[in-house]
């Protein structure tokens, strides 16, 4: 059974930094496209970044561009999303998904975590 | 980037009736148009994806048509539990992937 738990959100202060991670089983990681998607309180749904199956390419929103870094570590079947330079509209539910199909990029969403909430404010 | 937009905001129907959801994109994204389900509290779940496949367990009565900017999302006949918030998403000229705003479909 695919699960994934994401864990490591909670407050923090604007400009500050948070690492979220999400930790993956029953599937291969290696061989999935992994996102984030996250949604502020009562609004729809913003993709955030995805990395490819292959590990090495990496792609992001332009409105987290060079604050978040995502990265994943199969030995530990986790995804990660280091968030830095954290500003208010950063506050929101931050999912962790898993594409459809082994291999490439297709960005299919078919299993979603249950999501952990980032609130930036001071 | 590709713009989606649903329509119509909500949708306020009664069970047995039928629900008709509207996604248009802003340039063509083929077929690569996926539609997602989410309830209060809970996480989306897929429900079609390539505009008219339905994903593992949703049940028959959902089904998805388009291509290129105008896709659709019927739910033929609503159950209780089909009262949610649907979007639409698209993978076809990305990043960014992008979603559509969502439509509320309520008991009237």
């Known amino acids: 059974e695919v699960q994934l738990v994401e864990s490591g959100g909670g407050l923090v202060q604007p400009g500050g930094s948070l690492r979220i991670s999400c930790a993956a089983s029953g599937f291969t990681l290696s061989s999935h496209a992994m996102s984030w998607v996250r949604q502020a309180p009562g609004k729809g749904l913003e993709w955030v970044s995805s990395?490819?199956?292959?590990?090495?390419?990496?792609y992001y929103a332009n409105s987290v561009k060079g604050r978040f870094a995502m990265s994943r570590d199969t030995s530990k079947d986790t995804v990660y999303l280091q968030m830095n330079s954290l500003r208010v509209d950063d506050t929101a539910v931050y999912y962790c998904v898993k594409v459809l199909h082994p291999g490439g990029s297709n960005m299919i969403f078919d299993y979603w975590g249950q999501g952990t909430l980032v609130t930036v404010s001071s | 980037e590709v713009v989606l937009t649903q329509s119509p905001a909500t949708l306020s129907l009664s069970p047995g009736e039928r629900a008709t959801l509207s996604c248009r994109a802003s340039?063509?994204?083929?077929?690569?148009l996926a539609w997602y389900q989410q309830k209060p509290g809970q996480a989306p779940r897929l429900l079609i994806y390539d505009a008219s496949n339905r994903a593992t367990g949703i049940p028959a009565r959902f089904s998805g048509s388009g291509f290129g900017t105008d896709f659709t999302l019927t739910i033929s006949s609503l159950e209780p539990e089909d009262f949610a918030v649907y979007y639409c998403?698209?993978?076809?000229?990305?990043?960014?992937?992008?979603f559509g705003g969502g439509t509320k479909v309520e008991i009237k």
């Open positions: 990395i490819v199956a292959n590990g090495v390419d990496i």
């Open positions: 998403q698209q993978r076809f000229n990305w990043p960014p992937l992008t």
């Open positions: 340039q063509s994204v083929n077929n690569y």
